[in-house]
């Protein structure tokens, strides 16, 4: 059997990204990089792990560190995103993870910790199946990927430019119009806001593979917006918004083909809808453009006994507070939403 040893990581990002870079089912999250993104803008410490085999390195796993009095401590590969879990050659690399993290949980009487993937792996370790992705293949061409959509899809997209709507691509030049449409949409889903600083962090740490895109109103108001992160052959919306007085218009279906053209245009040949839950609006509001439904799972190792977590805002106990922060205004959500955001991962 293969002889593993886990440890804190104390190297630079040399040695880890060689890793990533190399591993099949790498995802830009796991680049060294995003420990000082999630450091710079929520102030998190880490936990970062590593697998040898003698002098080799088989595995890596990303972890983040919360503490909170509300949502206790726990630790999650990785935060605020979709993917994450560890990268490695074997299954017994990945047994040899779980067993350190096993022990570090009791001494450190954390609650659970989590690992976001989109693939089932070999373990015995309970699973939560909640939400799922599409991947749409996109051709080298945009005409070959308009020509195939659904009719009524294609007139949706016309319809905002009717209106004479436009969509801009960019990045630190579009960030304070991204911010003002995805903090009114999240005031009015009921979610604590993100502070413009995550989103300038990445920018900053990712310039060749982060994009901003911006749809405008014929009176130069930005009404649509989302963040766009490519890796490899993939590119993914990890955020989209609207504000909602614009959409019989139907800005965001603009928003959606910008960014498609964006991908073709950059060389990517998949894109990656972001995680949506089963059933939703905007779980139909992805399907009609023809991708793939792909499901993902995280995984928990947990106290004998205890449930899987439920910190998020389909748990019916924050049902009250959602209600409370959808009448807030905007810039009150703006000024204590980060600091609620960054304890719910």
Known sequence: M???????YTGDSTEWDAFVQQHAEAKIYHLYRWR????????????YLAAYSGEELVGVLPLIIFKSSLFGKFLVSIPFFN???????????????????????REQDFQFIEFRHDHPIDTQLPVKQHKV????????DPEILWKALKAKVRSQVRRPLKEYMSAVVGSEDLLDDYYTVFARNMRDLGTPVY???????????FPEKARLVVVYSKEKVPVAASFLLGFRNTIEIPWASSVREYNRFSP??????????TAIENGYTVF?????????????FKKQWGGTEKPLYWYYILPEGEELPQINPENPRYELAIKIWQRLPVWLTKLIGPGIIKHIP
């Open 2 to 8: 293969e002889n593993v040893a886990v440890k804190e």
């Open 36 to 47: 000082e993104v999630i450091r710079e803008a929520f102030g998190h410490h880490s936990l």
């Open 83 to 105: 993917y994450g879990g560890e990268l490695v050659t074997s299954s017994t690399v990945r047994e040899a993870f779980y067993r350190y993290l096993q022990d570090w949980m």
């Open 133 to 140: 992705t599409f991947l749409l293949s996109l051709p080298d």
């Open 195 to 205: 502070a413009k600083k995550f989103f300038a962090t990445i920018l900053k740490h």
């Open 252 to 261: 965001n279906m603009l928003l959606y083909w910008k960014s498609f053209e």
């Open 272 to 284: 990656d809808f972001g995680r949506c839950t089963p059933g939703g609006g905007t779980y139909r």
